[in-house]
């Protein structure tokens, strides 16, 4: 046989097993307890030949907490689909005896009014996070790796590693979306395996398993705090406050290793302490060097990835006094893929975060005084800060809406901001703000930095490319009405998450009509529960002014009128069934006995209309944004506990169009669709029904002439400049808009905007989708002002030659139907409160559209 022939058959054998040595692992941290269960000895095959499902994960976690007294599990939460999230808590038997006492001592450090200065006794706390992107699946391998190196270990480097630091093992941020890639790539393992990169267990299918249930991204959840994990990871965090933070990532097959620091030219979170990127990573990087040059690992560093948005998991411990820190694989997607260097294998992906992670257990250690001297001044230097500000404050709230009020104080209560109610309404410039409905922010506290991250803008960086967005001043993103202060007014309670900030009277008993205002975030979700029950509702399209139980009460555009005498129910079950919802939604009803109104529309006129119930189907799968498709299923199903039916796309020319009233499009490509399936489309609007398009959707519907629109037209120079290769990524990144908010005026009187005061809003807008307003002259709903730009990087180009030019929100007729286009995402990322509603209306009022 020749050698040719021989290696082919080793290559065979190697590629068709792929079983490797846990030797491969973890082989300087010998001997190991013999009464410890290795991964490999547990699951039954090695570390790397096999994707763990999740359960197993946990399983393997328990094991280890009942076999030593080194570990202790502690489950911090659970999924949308029921998994646990786990935490794995391990350190020397000593320090596990007094882990309450080594917390109360830690905690101090992070008292602003404890000052600490001796350390040496206390363990370096180290929360190791993994896979919060499930479809990045080595983080976890490694994290079962680690958890039996440290417990099983009887090195005395690992004994010390343990007598130094208490280490937190996350092994699965994601369960649910860790769990549908599992499944997909163990179910098109190969046998042989094949690295072919077209193969199909290399080519995961739509919706992916990088996003969780709900199709959310958990590492851009941290900060807006919208999904059940990072809810539960932030409580843990506050409990805690770890030292070290880490969040283990994959990256394209071609690509090699990051770790920090983050790229020096980016631009920096304007609010973040300058000696966070410098000092503490450029510290811990020496050991990743080391010990990655020791494995011959080829990795690189301060390029690609910014340290700007304060939502990631490598970001958001650094407005903590934490150091937060990134790494990122590049990622086999599989057992073993080819790549333009070779073949790259699932071990060898976790190996180089196994490598990591003791790394940074290492440079932890090695750093402890730094970093709990660094922790320690923290808070204090934040309240120094805050005392040399000329802003002592943030007065904010909405005068009409109650529940997204105490949605956005919430957010706050999350992030651990102090928020005090006011005594007095307060009275600055145009703006008043109620007693009762707005709340008082002090600069002066702990959360000094997270409080400027809630409500300051930020318009000018060093730099024009951004790896995620440039803004996120959440205030905005819930619409809220906000002031800074120069001096603080008196301050009444302190706001907790059980304070009961929303009260609401009780409704009176009326044998006439019920009024119930669309002024609040959570009306939608009542009027749906009402329409479920097939009570008749109509709602105002223009204002009025009646005598109620409540006294004379002028009502706005939008409100919702339920005329007894037209329903099915007896006026008691349809009096206990509003009174109850009222009370679980928190929203205020009124009655009348009467339908005259004192000024304005009286109860029985034709500017009433009656609302149709939503039959609302969304179009998914393949091509489609699963980011956006699962914004909107969210809403629906866990805000306004309405169901949506979502129809994937390679089905759309089967479905009975017949069976849904409305229709979303979210931002993807739709050029699987027939040109039968336009025809339909267009045919089904014309009867009656309501097509909402999403940003690139609404393009798409341009583009193939669903409606007869435009977009903006410019004329760009016909001599095209000379400019250095080298600056191909700054001048093209600066067109781009990654994500900014900008001021538009809405027109109030349009049922898109019914339950808005406020002619100017913001928005978010993170594409280049320029509509022009529409030629019908009471279509365009939102467009953007004259000094749109409100938060975030956009270049001055952008704005004259397009913003400012263009449409936000525009309604196209077809016959008896409409098209109603946002070119931007009212829902992005869960957490835009403020513009929420402007969906919803197309939803509940597009029928009504004339």
């Known amino acids: 046989m020749s050698k040719i022939s021989q290696l082919s058959i080793m290559v065979f054998l190697l590629l068709g097993t792929m079983v490797f040595s846990q030797d491969y692992y973890y082989q300087k941290f010998k001997p190991f307890n013999k009464n410890i269960p290795s991964p490999e000895e547990f699951f039954g095959y090695s570390i790397g030949d096999a994707y763990t499902r999740h359960d197993l994960v946990v399983a393997y976690m328990e094991k280890l907490a009942s076999l030593s007294d080194k570990a202790t599990i502690q489950f911090y939460g659970k999924t949308n689909e029921g998994r646990k999230l786990v935490m794995l808590i391990i350190s020397s038997v000593d320090n596990h005896k007094n882990l309450d006492v080594l917390k109360e001592k830690h905690l101090l450090i992070v008292d602003e009014n404890t000052n600490v200065t001796e350390y040496s006794e206390l363990p370096i706390f180290i929360n190791l996070g993994y896979n919060v992107h499930g479809n990045e699946p080595s983080g976890t391998e490694a994290a079962l790796l680690a958890a039996y190196t440290l417990v099983a270990s009887e090195s005395l480097l690992v004994e010390k590693y343990l007598d130094e630091s208490v280490i937190f093992i996350e092994p699965t941020i994601n369960p649910d979306g860790r769990d549908r890639y599992a499944n997909w790539a163990n179910s098109y393992k190969g046998n042989p395996l094949i690295a072919d990169k077209y193969d199909i267990a290399h080519n995961e299918q739509w919706p992916y398993g990088r996003t969780n249930h709900y199709w959310f991204d958990l590492n851009r959840d941290l900060l807006l705090a919208v999904q059940p994990e990072s809810n539960a990871r932030l409580e843990w965090f506050h409990e805690w406050y770890p030292n070290v933070v880490t969040d283990f990532h994959e990256m394209g097959t071609n690509s090699t290793y990051f770790f920090e620091p983050k790229q020096h030219s980016a631009s920096l979170n304007p609010v973040t302490p300058i000696e966070n990127n410098v000092v503490l990573n450029t510290a811990f990087a020496k050991d990743y060097v080391a010990d990655l ?89 934040a309240i120094n800060q805050a005392a040399k500000s000329k802003v002592k404050g943030y007065v904010f709230g909405d005068n009409y809406d109650k529940n997204r009020n105490k949605e956005f104080v919430d957010l706050l209560l999350k992030h651990k901001i102090d928020v005090y109610s006011t005594d007095e309404d307060l009275n600055l410039g145009n703006k008043t703000f109620k007693k009762g409905r707005s709340f008082v922010v002090p600069t002066e506290q702990k959360e000094y930095l997270m409080v400027r991250t809630m409500f300051e803008t930020h318009r000018k960086y060093r730099d024009s490319v951004f790896y995620d967005a440039s803004s996120w001043s959440m205030a905005n993103f819930y619409n809220m009405k906000y002031e800074p202060l120069s001096k603080l007014p008196v301050l009444n309670s302190k706001i907790t998450l059980e304070s009961n900030i929303i009260k609401t009277p009780e409704l009176a008993f009326s044998e006439y009509a019920y009024l119930i205002p669309w002024d609040d975030y959570y009306a939608p979700a009542l009027l749906y529960k009402l329409q479920e029950q097939n009570v008749v509702v109509k709602t105002a399209q223009e204002p009025f002014i009646i005598t109620t139980d409540k006294n004379v009460i ?16 007896t006026n008691h079950d349809l009096f206990e069934l509003l009174n109850g919802l009222c009370k679980a939604y928190g929203i205020q009803a009124y009655s009348t006995n009467s339908g005259y109104s004192i000024s304005g529309i009286d109860l029985g006129s034709s500017n009433f209309a009656t609302l149709k119930q939503p039959k609302t189907m969304m179009l998914v799968g393949s091509g489609v944004s699963a980011y956006e498709a699962g914004e909107v299923w969210h809403l629906f199903e866990q805000r306004m506990q309405m169901p949506i039916t979502k129809v994937a796309n390679d089905m759309f020319g089967r479905v009975d169009l017949e069976r849904y009233n409305v229709m979303v499009f979210v931002s993807g490509s739709y050029n699987s669709l027939s040109k039968i399936s336009y025809d339909r489309i267009k045919d089904w609007v014309a009867k009656g029904n309501t097509l909402i398009t999403i940003r690139t959707a609404s393009a798409w519907a341009i583009k193939n002439k669903i409606v007869n629109e435009r977009f903006i037209d410019v004329v760009k120079d016909s001599i ?14 600066k067109q781009k808009i990654g994500g900014t908010i900008f001021n538009v005026d809405l027109d109030i009187t349009h049922p898109i905007a019914y339950g808005y005061y406020d002619r100017n809003i913001p928005i978010y807008k993170n594409n280049d989708v320029f ?41 196209s007729k077809i016959g008896s139907g409409r098209v109603i286009l946002f070119s931007d995402n009212p829902n992005f990322r869960g957490a835009w409160y403020g513009t929420n509603k402007l969906f919803l209306n197309s939803i509940f009022f597009g029928s009504i559209i004339k």
């Not at 934490?322 to 073993?336: D, K, P, W, Y």
């Not at 095209?720 to 990144?733: Q, S």
């Not at 975030?792 to 309604?811: C, H, M, P, R």
């Open 293 to 381: 040059d020791e494995i011959n690992s080829l990795y690189f560093t301060k390029e690609k990835y910014d340290a700007t948005y304060p939502g990631y998991g490598s970001t958001y411990g650094d407005l903590q006094g934490s150091l937060a820190l990134l790494f990122e694989q590049g990622g086999s997607r599989g057992h073993v893929q080819e790549t333009e260097t070779g073949t790259m294998t699932f071990a060898f992906t976790i190996r180089n975060q196994y490598v990591s992670t003791f790394a940074t257990i290492k440079a932890a250690i090695k750093n402890k005084e730094l970093l709990y001297a660094y922790q320690n001044n923290f808070f204090k230097n």
């Open 771 to 811: 509509i022009a307003p529409s030629k019908n002259s009471f279509a365009t709903v939102a467009k953007y002002t004259e000094q749109p730009h409100i938060d975030g990087f956009v270049s001055q180009e952008n704005i004259d030659n397009y913003i400012v030019k263009s449409a936000s929100i525009l309604t």
């Open 554 to 569: 002028s009502f706005n555009r939008g409100t919702l009128l339920v005329p007894v005498s037209l329903q099915s129910m």
């Open 720 to 733: 095209v400049p000379r400019l250095n290769y080298a600056d191909a990524r700054g001048t093209i990144g």
